[in-house]
Nanobody, 125 residues
Framework: QVQLVESGGGSVQAGGSLRLSCAAS?????????VGWFRQAPGAEREGVAV???????TYAESVRGRFTISRDNSKNVLYLQMNNLRPDDTAMYYC??????????????????WGQGTQVNVSA
């Protein structure tokens, strides 16, 4: 089974930057997985942030386009999310997800999807 562990969250002021990491273990085929980042703020629904496919095609939520960059290092089994120009409405718990078959910004309930425990990002004005 695949295990995902996020790190890199914290508290920053608006305009600052953070880089989130998601370390995957339990698979020798990380490079074949779709992986992505999702977030959930208090009182809000979970939303997709960014997804990167096994062939490195990326998709971003409009709210983060131009500010966030998703990338992966298959040699290290790590997924990254570089977050720049952070805004208070970026405050949320950020989760990484991995799926061998399908993942996009709108799919969050597939039983085949693996999820990390989340890392908290707080952005103050």
């Amino acid at each position: 089974q695949v295990q995902l562990v996020e790190s890199g969250g914290g508290s920053v002021q608006a305009g600052g930057s953070l880089r989130l990491s998601c370390a995957a273990s339990g698979t020798t085929a990380f490079n074949r997985y779709y992986v992505g980042w999702f977030r959930q703020a208090p009182g809000a629904e979970r939303e997709g942030v960014a997804v990167i496919a096994s062939y490195d095609s990326t998709t971003y939520a409009e709210s983060v386009r131009g500010r966030f960059t998703i990338s992966r290092d298959n040699s290290k089994n790590v997924l990254y999310l570089q977050m720049n120009n952070l805004r208070p409405d970026d405050t949320a718990m950020y989760y990484c997800a991995a799926d061998a078959g399908y993942l996009d910004l709108r799919t969050t309930t597939r039983l085949q999807t693996y999820w990390g425990q989340g890392t908290q990002v707080n952005v103050s004005a």
